[in-house]
């Protein structure tokens, strides 16, 4: 009986290539490769494997078909996280004891503290430091706190120990998931500055750097704290807050397929401009 007749190439002959997108799995491409020859195209299928793409290998009737699967471009997630640090301040930096009592009120009486002083001593010793009485109360003494607000207040201090106070520090976290074949990412820019409120929301929001930028709640949500008050009038470092997101870097590493995963964080505070750039 005589041979089978086999017309064709041996080298494997790209039949067919579909290319996929979906919006939350990305994308993907599937080819299909023919040839005579199982052995060339076995090595093309190695090819495939060693780049971390899916493949199968059929060889029937003297046939070599390969079918690949590329799916390195699927899943770049982008998550968003608000989280919420719950740290103890100073009272005397609480803002609602900042917008309720005198400025030079709670100088005195953090002094006092400070110092172990009464209220009465510690004002007697800031009105003798000129720098002090220039910065609180010009062309006046420096007197001890009166109004009821202030000495709860200090009555809270000194009797019941309530020298801090909880206050809400907010943070952004995004987590992303990418191809490795891209060599950098935003990630990598504006490590350690600060954001303005509309440049931060210009980076997060930016369809341009991520698949899915931040929902414009999230930003609803920040908006709607209340930035604490500065230094008062008079302390050099009057204007020098901003009220901010400092980016910090990226924490990196490799998820299945050999992707990357990114995480990078903003957190929202009133930020000194002479530690950190602007950006």
Sequence with gaps: MADAIQRGITSPQLQRATGKYSPTSGFTFDQEWRGLDPDQMQALAYQYSAAGCEYELTVQYGMATLRTTDSRGNVTIDTWQIAIDLTLISTFKNPRNVANILPVDLAVMAFAE???????????????????????SPGDVVVAPTSDTALRLWERVTVFKEDSTFYDFYSVRHETNVNNRYPYNIADFNKNCLYTPAQFASEVRSSSFWIFPMPQAFINVLNSNTPPDGPPTGFKNNGFYLWSYLKGGSARGTAANN?????????????????????
Excluded: C, F
């Design 259 to 279: 992707r990357i995963t990114i995480v990078t964080e903003y957190k929202q505070a009133l930020w000194s401009t002479d530690e950190y750039q602007i950006i």
């Design 114 to 136: 400070e110092q172990g002083l009464n209220l009465t001593n510690a004002a007697a010793q800031l009105n003798d430091d000129p720098s002090w009485k220039a910065l609180y």
